[in-house]
Structures are given as structure tokens and as C-alpha cells.
């Protein structure tokens, strides 16, 4: 078989098998149950979970409070 026809014929397989990945892929994300990663706002992911959605919480907010001159000097410090 030559070199070509057997490289086309493997990039031809491998498509087949990553749309059905894809596909799988979708479809367990369309029909699993919903996990939320909810960052910042507390309120939001309080709302999921009283729809008894599975939830991962995190207290994250924006470096020295927004403050952009600030957030600039703390990262040089820490560099």
C-alpha cells in the first residue's frame, strides 16, 4: 500500500472516531447532571444549589480590589 494512501486513510479514520467522541462528549454533557464551578459571586451558586445542582464554590475576587495601579506593583513584588 503506498505511503499516502495509508496516510489518508488513517486521517480519514481518525476523523470518523473524534466526531464520535465529540458527539459522545455532548451528549454527556447535555444529559449528565449539571456541576458548576461558581467563582465569585456567592449568590449566584446559592441559587444553583437550591435547585439542588451540584456546586464547587469559589472565593475568588479581583487583586487588590480592582485597583489596577495597585494589582501592577503586588505583581512585580511577587515576581
Not at 51 to 57: G, H, K, L, N, S
Not at 59 to 68: E, I, Q
Request: hydrophobic fraction near 45%; charged fraction near 25%.
Amino acid at each position: 500500500m503506498p505511503l499516502a494512501l495509508f496516510i489518508a486513510m488513517s486521517e480519514a479514520y481518525k476523523s470518523k472516531t473524534a466526531v464520535h467522541d465529540r458527539q459522545t462528549s455532548k451528549e454527556r454533557l447535555l444529559n449528565g447532571d449539571l456541576r458548576v464551578i461558581n467563582i465569585g459571586l456567592r449568590q449566584f451558586g446559592d441559587d444553583l444549589a437550591s435547585r439542588e445542582v451540584e456546586i464547587t464554590q469559589v472565593d475568588w475576587r479581583p487583586p487588590a480590589r480592582g485597583n489596577v495601579r495597585l494589582a501592577n506593583l503586588l505583581a512585580m513584588i511577587s515576581d
